[in-house]
């Protein structure tokens, strides 16, 4: 009985497929250490200073077109530890990714870009960070996942802010 179903099932699949096209598709081609540094110019005497080291995180991304259907997107990952005036480490890294993309329209490719791409390298990204802490002999911080695209949202938001007020609109709260 289940050969039959799958007999049957089987034309009325291939017709549908043939019927529409594909949906927009990305494809990750590459992932790649680009770049890292780890710096730790007040490692001595941290182990007398009192508390915790104030930890900053910055993220930063840049996009390289690479033909029609290609990019290269760069996350940069940096994390400073301060312990008051005095920075205990600096660790950066960049880690890449050239994506393939087709089917996506042009209203489609920033959100693509700057959220569905930042969400595969950064698990890559917090991996060596937390390794270079770790292996400069600082207790690596556990990096929580980032929500790019609620930072993709605000970013937008910002940029509109910006065209209203530099058109010589108020923008209302």
Same mark, same amino acid.
């Not at 529409?20 to 990305?26: E, S």
């Not at 540094?37 to 690479?66: C, H, I, T, W, Y």
């Not at 301060?82 to 950066?92: C, D, M, V």
């Given at each position: 009985? &289940?050969?039959?179903?799958?007999?049957?099932?089987?034309?009325?699949?291939?017709?549908?497929?043939?019927?529409?096209?594909? *949906?927009?598709?990305?494809?990750?081609?590459?992932?790649?250490?680009?770049?890292?540094?780890?710096?730790?110019? *007040?490692?001595?005497?941290?182990?007398?200073?009192?508390?915790?080291?104030?930890?900053?995180?910055?993220?930063?991304?840049?996009?390289?077109?690479?033909?029609?259907?290609?990019?290269?997107?760069?996350?940069?990952?940096?994390?400073?530890?301060?312990?008051?005036?005095?920075?205990?480490? =600096?660790?950066?890294?960049?880690? &890449? *990714?050239?994506?393939?993309?087709?089917?996506?329209?042009?209203?489609?490719?920033?959100?693509?870009?700057?959220?569905?791409?930042?969400?595969?390298?950064?698990?890559?990204?917090?991996?060596?960070?937390?390794?270079? =802490?770790?292996?400069?002999?600082?207790?690596?911080?556990?990096?929580?996942?980032?929500?790019?695209?609620?930072?993709?949202?605000?970013?937008?938001?910002? &940029?509109?802010?910006?065209?209203?007020?530099?058109?010589?609109?108020?923008?209302?709260?």
């Amino acid at each position: 009985m &289940s050969d039959e179903q799958n007999q049957t099932n089987e034309p009325a699949a291939a017709a549908a497929g043939t019927d529409q096209a594909p *949906g927009p598709q990305m494809a990750v081609q590459h992932i790649f250490l680009k770049d890292c540094s780890f710096e730790a110019p *007040g490692a001595l005497g941290m182990d007398k200073a009192d508390g915790q080291p104030d930890m900053n995180l910055n993220l930063s991304q840049r996009v390289n077109p690479m033909d029609d259907q290609r990019v290269e997107v760069v996350l940069t990952v940096t994390v400073t530890a301060k312990q008051g005036e005095r920075t205990a480490f =600096i660790a950066e890294v960049h880690y &890449s *990714g050239v994506f393939q993309f087709a089917g996506f329209n042009e209203q489609q490719m920033p959100y693509v870009v700057n959220v569905m791409c930042p969400n595969v390298l950064f698990p890559y990204a917090r991996s060596q960070i937390s390794q270079l =802490i770790a292996s400069g002999g600082f207790l690596a911080p556990p990096l929580q996942p980032i929500n790019f695209e609620t930072i993709y949202a605000q970013r937008v938001a910002e &940029s509109r802010e910006g065209q209203q007020t530099n058109d010589g609109v108020t923008p209302q709260s």
